[in-house]
């Protein structure tokens, strides 16, 4: 009787309970959407991050991470290398010879790492043969290929097939210079990163640095976040003269990141339950107001101060739980519709999100998990809100309150 008396009360006033209704679920749809997106962001940027430019491992000569000189290589690497494509663990992983130099055509010269990479393990390991935009990966019968970002490509106003000099130091100490032929262009998520990298046959590179193979790096990727510490100590006892990092200690901004989406996420709900906590109580209040005298009408017949409380309590549920279901609702409608086509920010800003290393087309996405904490919280704050008109109808005078016009 009490829930239907409850349920009555709302619809007396059908145009102010909708506007609440609708108020809630527009609140709730617009701040999961805007969860959606911004949790979609983090996870492409940590994605692209991991894949495109750290990977979740990676394994130096200590030295070279001081000194960032090619002649301070990995000696072990092909027992290394034998050891990690036989680890569970490891999904992937490739190995790079890395000298710092710099690149000249006609029109620029400026500051630049070369990458020599083996391009199959390359692919496997960064998926970087899926971001060439023009030209081919490093492949065909061209002497000395390069490929270089799009960014840098259009600086330095080449085009492929053009040629550019990129100079550096061998292992010697000595400044030598080679002539690479654009073979490529690439364009991934980070056109910083695009801007400073260039990458050519590990063979070409090795040919002029020292004459023999020399490996700078080993970069690994796991099936899981969940095994990377493991792989990662694995290694460090097995080489404890080498120097085995994970991405947290490789890119420390990264990890806060992560952490931030965390906050972020808890400020948007701060600010939804806010917003429905002052709107419920405007609503709440006003009913209480304009119901006075049948409140104390109810309380002269019999009706005990806690079943008023309850029915008060109910009547800021309904209205809760019908704007907040529906909220929910469009939330995970929308949110499955622009998880699979995107949403492209390159139309408002161009290419700037590129600047910071976040993709142009997001792609929303929620734990579902999010959703369960966002209707216990929801309804929480309905009770919270309902205490203060409750108390306020408890305290009426049952003889005043029925001579109240």
């Known amino acids: 009787m009490l829930i239907k008396l409850a349920w009555r009360n709302i619809w007396r006033n059908p145009r102010r309970s909708l506007v609440m209704i609708f108020a809630v679920m527009i609140g709730l749809w617009a701040g999961v959407f805007v969860a959606s997106i911004t949790t979609g962001l983090m996870e492409q940027r940590f994605r692209t991050s991991i894949q495109q430019q750290f990977s979740h491992i990676q394994i130096h000569n200590p030295d070279y991470l001081k000194e960032n000189n090619v002649v301070h290589r990995i000696d072990e690497w092909e027992s290394l290398g034998k050891e990690i494509s036989e680890n569970e663990n490891v999904k992937a992983f490739t190995m790079r010879t890395l000298v710092s130099g710099m690149i000249a055509s006609s029109n620029l010269t400026t500051g630049i790492k070369i990458n020599g990479i083996d391009p199959e393990m390359e692919a496997q390991t960064t998926g ?17 290929p390069i490929l270089i970002g799009r960014k840098l490509a259009d600086k330095m106003k080449v085009r492929i097939g053009s040629r550019v000099v990129v100079t550096f130091q061998d292992t010697s100490g000595e400044l030598t210079s080679s002539l690479f032929r654009v073979c490529g262009i690439y364009q991934t998520s980070n056109t910083l990163n695009d801007e ?7 063979q070409d ?6 004459g023999d193979m020399i490996i700078n790096q080993l970069a690994l990727i796991c099936h899981d976040l969940d095994s990377v510490n493991k792989v990662a100590l694995h290694f460090q006892s097995r080489y404890s003269h080498l120097t085995v990092r994970t991405w947290k200690e490789i890119s420390p901004e990264l990890s806060y990141m992560q952490e931030m989406t965390g906050v972020m996420m808890t400020v948007i709900l701060l600010v939804i339950l806010l917003a429905l906590a002052f709107g419920l109580l405007n609503t709440i209040l006003m009913s209480v107001y304009e119901r006075i005298r049948e409140l104390g009408m109810l309380m002269a017949i019999g009706m005990n101060k806690r079943r008023i409380f309850g029915m008060i309590l109910m009547e800021t549920l309904f209205i809760t739980l019908t704007g907040g279901l529906g909220g929910m609702l469009f939330g995970i409608v929308t949110i499955r519709l622009f998880h699979f086509t995107g949403i492209d920010f390159a139309t408002v800003g161009g290419d700037s999100l590129n600047d910071f290393g976040f993709d142009s087309v997001v792609y929303p996405s929620l734990d579902p998990s999010f959703f369960f904490t ?7 704050t309905a009770l919270i809100t309902s205490i203060y008109p409750a108390i306020r109808a408890l305290r009426l005078n049952p003889s005043e309150a029925i001579r109240k016009d």
Not at 128 to 144: P, Q, W
Not at 196 to 202: E, F, P, R, S
Not at 205 to 210: G, Q, S, Y
Request: charged letters at 15%; glycine letters at 6%; hydrophobic letters at 50%.
């Open 128 to 144: 970087l043969n899926e971001n060439v935009i023009e030209g081919s990966y490093l492949a065909g019968e061209e002497k000395s």
């Open 196 to 202: 400073l990298n260039a990458y050519v046959l590990q």
């Open 205 to 210: 590179l090795n040919e002029i640095v020292a």
């Open 374 to 380: 966002v209707t216990l919280l929801t309804i929480f």
